[in-house]
Nanobody
Framework: QVQLGEHGGGEVQAGDSLRLSCAAS????????IGWFRQAPGKEREGVSC????????NYADSVKGRFTISRDNAKNTVYLQMNSLKPEDTAVYYC??????????????????WGQGTQVTVSS
């Protein structure tokens, strides 16, 4: 059974950092591109970042460029999202997702086939 699980969310102050992790079971994460998305109350799910299967290519939403860094450790079957200089507007549920080959734009949720359950990130001012 394919499962993705996010960890590392929490409540922090503006300017703080968090590192989210996305671990997989039931399949080898290293074969696939992995995306991070977030969804705030009343808003659509938006693409935050994506990393290719090898880690050689990454993408970021303009709103997080220079503050967030995506990385992966395929030996640990885990993808990370390092979030620095957090802002209140970063508050959302964060999800990781795997693209197992359907293709598409990295920032579109429809590109991804498997999703984690999400982890809450709350940033207070």
């Amino acid at each position: 059974q394919v499962q993705l699980g996010e960890h590392g969310g929490g409540e922090v102050q503006a300017g703080d950092s968090l590192r989210l992790s996305c671990a997989a079971s039931g399949f080898t994460l290293g074969y696939y591109a992995i995306g991070w998305f977030r969804q705030a109350p009343g808003k659509e799910r938006e693409g935050v970042s994506c990393i290719s299967s090898t880690g050689g290519s990454t993408n970021y939403a303009d709103s997080v460029k220079g503050r967030f860094t995506i990385s992966r450790d395929n030996a640990k079957n885990t993808v990370y999202l390092q979030m620095n200089s957090l802002k209140p507007e970063d508050t959302a549920v964060y999800y990781c997702a795997a693209d197992v080959g359907s293709g598409g734009r990295w920032y579109r949720p429809s590109t991804y086939d498997y999703w984690g359950q999400g982890t809450q990130v709350t940033v207070s001012s």
